[in-house]
């Protein structure tokens, strides 16, 4: 088979095909590391390369397809879920035999001592992991630029960004790098580059997938999510990685249903006939949201109509304080959790420290980028004797008004329909120096974060003057993922988007 | 409220970073950019709302106060930028020279 062939299989077919012995995993393995070689100088979606990881998961594969074979078994129950399915994994979470950098000074070289629960759970089900992928600093921002190593690009666009702050994870399941990849999602860092770069992107409820050995950013707001390119195959990265860890206190032991069944249901004849569907219409007048998105994000909610579901608008009148209440819970959170660099234990230490909080100090400054010290600073203010109450109280209080508008409606709605991003990609630089134009890019993301409820970007279209994708954002009712990959996929199949850009990344 | 170069120096001591005086006036730009921002927030009328700090209502999870493994004192000082083998080697914090 040629290069692509393998590329451009889904997850499921990857697997059939194994299964079929029509090749086996190695061959894929060698596939995708090959095409990365290929490409990768130009998307720049990985800090690290761990072909030996990839290699030795795929000898796993395709040992237990032989041994099936011998027995007189049934390969395709022998083979685990994801069985030779090459995979990204966001630079922020940890795996032994690989580098977690954070995409950071602080971390360069850092190596990782035991392994994230939900990376761990996806080779456990059969994934590759061929990579470690390029990130925004720390996971903050949103379009990767703030990344201490490289640029990451759009496979849709090289001038423009993938979106952030996975973009790594982004683009290499969108260029056909990989098939599948994880990131991480605080205000949107997964599905605001999964619209970017026309992949399908989910942000499960807050305590389905376990966060033990991702760095913490904003403990009350991470997620762990899949990148695929298809709503079934993040259905089905989504159940190999949720489900109860006792690691992480705030993973709930919730069964884990299946949700590529759900998937599947929602392309069945009438499989969203009935659903209640809520349009946000008044967040489609929010100041910067493209005309085209909200043309995108109206036909979403006609394609729902023209399948038998009841599309009404929805009211959410707090969300617009979304991104105010985020921009202080989120680098509060942050600012605490980043105290722990303290160039004592693990990462940059400056060299000539004069005592011990000139250490402190001076490593900070010199391990972080400004993004993360920005942060930082705006974290440490809003949590500062005398500002506390009116910064960190209030945005609090806010987001109690915002989870209330989501649990009224979700009273009425099964799913609620916005837009994931108020815009395509956009150019390098275009907004790196301005931090608040950046924010703005998540603005529709945001308030699920806040409220914790499951979220997906979904392909919807390409843009009519730029060629670029556009996502829509379908949001749930906590732990009601099942609901929101069956509405997802009833509109992949109407939408007919192709996920992989047609160009040649090929040096 | 605008937040004055004073200020953003007591912030940086506190979140343990250090300036340039360059920095200081950035910083100072940027957050009071931000935080005009964020003072939206006052639109709302928050009397009497109660505040959310996680979204979901788990509290207290317990768990068996058992004896697990843990790192290995090798694996604990793998990535530290300098120890003695047994422990992290800092710069003196009491007596002479040290008044941090």
């Not at chain 1, 998937?263 to 569907?277: E, H, M, N, T």
Request: proline letters at 5%; glycine letters at 10%.
């Amino acid at each position: 088979m040629r290069l692509d062939e393998y590329t451009r299989l889904s997850a499921t077919g990857l697997r059939r095909g194994i299964v079929a012995g029509d090749f086996s995993a190695r061959e894929v393995a060698e596939a995708s590391l090959r095409t990365i070689e290929a490409t990768d100088g130009v998307i720049g979606a990985f800090n690290q390369l761990t072909p030996e990881l990839a290699r030795a998961a795929a000898e796993k594969i395709d040992e237990a397809r032989a041994q099936s074979v011998r027995s007189g078994e049934d390969p395709d129950l022998a083979l685990p879920p994801l069985a030779g399915v090459p995979a990204g994994l966001k630079d922020n979470m940890n795996l032994l035999g690989t580098r977690t950098t954070c995409s950071s000074r602080m971390l360069e070289g850092y190596e990782s001592v035991y392994d994230c629960t939900a990376a761990r759970r996806l080779i456990d089900a059969g994934a590759l992991p061929v990579g470690k992928c390029n990130m925004d600093e720390f996971a903050f921002g949103s379009s990767t630029e703030n990344s201490a190593f490289r640029l990451t690009r759009n496979p849709w666009d090289t001038e423009r960004v993938p979106g952030g702050s996975s973009g790594g994870s982004a683009a290499c399941v969108s260029s056909g790098q990989v098939t599948i990849s994880l990131g991480s999602d605080t205000g949107g860092s997964v599905r605001q580059p999964g619209a970017l770069t026309g992949t399908v992107a989910v942000k499960p409820t807050y305590g389905r997938v376990s966060r033990y050995g991702l760095v913490a950013f904003g403990s009350s707001l991470d997620q762990i999510g899949p990148f695929a390119r298809s709503v079934e195959d993040a259905a089905l990265v989504l159940r190999a990685i949720a489900g109860f860890d006792s690691a992480d206190s705030t993973c709930v032991n919730i069964p884990v249903p299946d949700y590529t069944a759900a998937a599947r249901a929602g392309i069945a004849d009438g499989g969203v006939s009935g659903l209640k569907v809520g349009l946000a219409t008044g967040l489609l007048h929010a100041d910067g949201c493209a005309a085209e998105v909200r043309e995108a994000t109206l036909k979403a909610a006609d394609i729902y109509a023209s399948l038998g579901a009841q599309v009404d608008e929805v009211e959410l009148p707090s969300a617009t304080h979304g991104l105010s209440a985020y921009y202080i819970i989120g680098p509060a959170e942050a600012s605490s959790n980043l105290a722990r660099f303290d160039g004592v234990r693990y990462g940059h230490r400056v060299s000539d420290p004069s005592d011990i909080l000139d250490l402190y100090m001076r490593s900070r400054s010199e391990g972080f980028g400004p993004e993360v010290i920005r942060r930082i600073m705006l974290g440490t203010y809003a949590l500062s004797a005398g500002y506390y109450d009116a910064y960190y109280g209030q945005a609090q209080k806010a987001r109690t008004l915002i989870k209330q508008d989501f649990t009224r409606a979700f009273c009425d709605f099964d799913i609620i329909l916005t837009p994931t991003s108020p815009t395509v990609a956009f150019k390098f630089g275009e907004k790196s120096s301005d931090p608040l134009a950046m924010y703005l890019a998540d603005i529709y993301t945001i308030p699920v974060n806040l409220a914790g409820l499951p979220a997906m970007s979904v392909p919807a279209s390409l843009c009519p003057s730029t060629g670029l994708p556009i996502g829509v954002q379908i949001i749930a009712d906590y732990f009601a993922e099942e609901t929101m990959f069956r509405a997802a996929a009833a509109f992949e199949r109407v939408a007919e988007f192709k996920c992989m850009p047609a160009g040649n990344h090929s040096q | 409220m605008a937040i004055s170069e004073k200020q953003v120096r007591h912030v940086a001591l506190l979140a343990r970073v250090a300036l340039t005086d360059e920095q200081v006036k950035s910083f100072a730009q940027d957050l009071n950019s931000i935080l005009g921002h964020v003072d939206s927030i006052q639109q709302l009328d928050l009397d009497g709302v109660k505040p959310t700090a996680h979204p979901l209502d788990s509290i207290n999870v317990m768990r068996a106060d058992e004896v697990r493994p843990g790192l290995s004192r090798e694996q604990a000082l793998k990535n530290a930028p300098d120890t003695d083998g047994v422990a992290f080697v800092i710069p003196r914090i009491i007596g002479p020279g040290g008044e941090a």
